[in-house]
């Protein structure tokens, strides 16, 4: 693909590459890129998107045109009685499309990131929970207790934009920041939490303990400190990475996490800061949601939505389908193994080591084609701009002709 930007002068971006959307990037207007207040993660997004290899859409790995390719993967659908839509690595508008999309085909859908995503939404639906926005976290948060998460590798500026930076409305002094149980570490976390809540019960004979025993690798001592550290605080975070939590029945770490933020809020204010997985997870399951009622891991029957947080995984529905429709917008990340007829609409930087039935290649939101995508606390919708004139049509564009290839067919 040609590097090429259309404008002479530098312009303000907003980064997708991860959850934090920053808004402040700043864009030169030649190639090689430089950008400004860029982190290594977006610099590698950026620069593959504007140096990726050329892709032409292929239907049986034969390179064809763009109406060609609608034409098979309509075909491809229109045979499918339950295909399963998989990846969705996408913003809203390209959401709006697939959901129109899978309400003609009877589809499941199902975010590449759900395996996480789901670990919150049982424990929010099961008891609900308190969290809050990455502004009140910039101008309020005076402690913030990460667990199973060191926040950077997903989040490289996290601690630049919330915890150093200075600019805040309340001049609040840099907050402290606690980590308690690393990645590597997470399978001790449903012990860990399960003490936390204890000892947060002063009539619990955990506190009877001596404070050098050790719960899950930590001393009573500690945990006890980091509950007094809470419960002084005047607006303490709790952050946590749900998929980071590998390991059985982890929803129940994460309900543990938010009975302790919600016991924590009798006597001060504590508030909870769940991190998504990125593309477009939360755009994905907002769009999703006020579509259907449901997150993914649902279908139309009939044009009825339906939700199932085991069954309509995509590790089980890739056991059942009759189609497999795969999206990945922002990064080149490929299907995975399907026996049945797989369709891939993604980065036109894909290498594929099988090739798929069916491949069309799209823009990439915020570089060759604008869109919007939510936040990683959802409370602000962000507008991504455009960098550049590519012939790569939008994932919108390519599956609303397909759906039109479909209305066709059955009109
Ligand atoms: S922290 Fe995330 S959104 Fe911000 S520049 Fe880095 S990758 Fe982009």
Redesign the pocket.
């Known amino acids: 693909m040609k590097p090429s930007i259309n404008t002479t002068l530098p312009i303000t971006h ?9 808004d402040d ?1 700043v864009l030169n207007s030649t190639y090689p890129l430089s950008i400004k ?6 610099i590698s ?1 950026f620069e593959r998107a504007f140096t990726g290899k050329a892709a032409t859409s292929s239907v049986a790995g034969k390179p064809t045109d763009l109406n060609s390719a609608i034409q098979a993967a309509a075909n491809i659908l229109n045979k499918a009685n339950h295909p399963l839509f998989a990846g969705l690595g996408t913003e809203v508008q390209g959401m709006r499309a697939i959901m129109r999309l899978a309400e003609k085909t009877s589809a499941t859908l199902d975010h590449m990131h759900s395996e996480g995503t789901v670990r919150n939404t049982l424990a929010m639906q099961n008891s609900g929970w308190q969290t809050t926005t990455l502004t009140e976290i910039k101008n309020r948060a005076d402690v913030i207790l990460a667990i199973g998460t060191d926040i950077v590798s997903s ?4 601690f630049e ?1 919330l915890v150093l930076n200075t600019n805040t409305l309340f001049n609040r002094p840099k907050p402290e920041v606690i980590y308690l149980g690393l990645a590597e570490e997470a399978a001790k976390l449903p012990e860990i939490m399960s003490a936390l809540n204890a000892l947060m019960n002063a009539k619990n004979p955990l506190n009877k303990k001596p404070d050098t025993d050790l719960i899950g690798g930590v001393t009573i001592a500690s945990l006890k400190l980091i509950l007094a550290k809470l419960k002084a605080a005047q607006y303490g975070v709790v952050v946590w990475s749900a998929s980071a939590l590998k390991f059985p029945q982890a929803e129940l770490t994460v309900q543990s996490i938010t009975q302790l933020i919600a016991k924590l809020n009798e006597t001060n204010r504590v508030a909870g800061l769940p991190l998504n997985s990125g593309d477009g997870d939360s755009s994905v399951n907002n769009t999703s949601t006020w579509l259907s009622g449901y997150p993914t891991r649902n279908r139309f029957v009939n044009g009825h939505p339906e939700y199932d947080a085991y069954h309509f995984s995509t590790k089980l529905q890739l056991m059942n389908c009759d189609a497999l429709l795969w999206v990945s917008t922002f990064n080149a990340y490929l299907p995975p193994d399907c026996e049945a007829p797989t369709i891939v609409i993604g980065h036109p930087d894909m290498q594929f080591k099988k090739q798929p039935d069916v491949f069309i290649p799209v823009g990439i939101p915020g570089v060759d084609h604008i869109g919007t995508m939510f936040r990683m606390d959802s409370s602000v919708a962000m507008p991504l701009k455009k960098l550049h004139e590519t012939e790569l049509p939008s994932l919108s564009d390519v599956v609303n002709r397909i759906v039109s290839q479909i209305e066709a067919k059955l009109s």
Do not use: E, M
Not at 14 to 22: E, H, I, M, Q
Not at 155 to 158: I, L
């Open positions: 907003c980064c997708p590459a991860c959850g934090l959307l920053c990037l207040n860029a982190c290594t993660k977006s997004f989040y490289p500026r996290f934009k």
